[in-house]
């Protein structure tokens, strides 16, 4: 393998680690979540993070279909 094949395929490994990291920890959801926002309500500004994270959880709470108890 040259360095050249070395690089992109450490490049790749990097960057699928850091998409996997962003999906669960939820950065991406709050970043689509902002561009939405911004797409349809550009007259209102975004909601911070902590806002955003209170509305998902308050969304989950109010719209569980599968739970046990």
Known sequence: MTAARVRRAVRRVVRGVRWYLREI?????????????????????????????????DHREHTASSRCC
């Open 25 to 57: 920890s939820g950065d991406a959801a709050y970043e689509r979540h902002c561009l939405r926002h911004r797409r349809e309500r550009p007259d209102h500004p975004a909601p911070t993070r902590r806002a955003y994270e209170r509305l998902r959880r």
